[in-house]
């Protein structure tokens, strides 16, 4: 079992920045992949970025590559979404996501996940 708690978000402007962060607890997360999806309300839930247990590969949407960053601190069992020059349609709720047994080979699919925080809200406003 793992655990899952993201935090970090908020209403910012356009233009701004936010870093979310998901601290994981249970199993051994530090040899987890982990990944970032967000949902937009009316919508599917998304991929957005994944980072592998080391920390040395690292994925991302399409939609997300330039402004999004993700990282990991596994010494805290923390992996961070950094999000730079926020726009409107960032707007969404963000989930932070473990696959059932720690490793995928779809690492930008969310039904290859298993476990889910309960997810942060950023809202950009215009």
């Known amino acids: 079992q793992v655990q899952l708690v993201e935090s970090g978000g908020g209403l910012v402007q356009a233009g701004g920045s936010l870093r979310l962060s998901c601290a994981a607890s249970g199993s051994t997360v530090s040899s987890y992949t982990l990944g970032w999806f967000r949902q937009a309300p009316g919508q599917e839930r998304n991929a957005v970025a994944a980072i592998n247990s080391s920390g040395r590969s690292t994925y991302y949407d399409d939609s997300a590559k330039g402004r999004f960053t993700v990282s990991r601190e596994n010494a805290k069992n923390t992996v961070y979404l950094q999000i730079n020059s926020l726009k409107p349609e960032d707007t969404a709720v963000y989930y932070c996501?473990?696959?059932?047994?720690?490793?995928?080979?779809?690492?930008?699919?969310?039904?290859?996940?298993?476990?889910w925080g309960q997810g942060t809200q950023v809202t950009v406003s215009s």
């Open positions: 996501a473990a696959p059932k047994y720690g490793v995928t080979i779809r690492p930008l699919d969310p039904s290859a996940y298993e476990y």
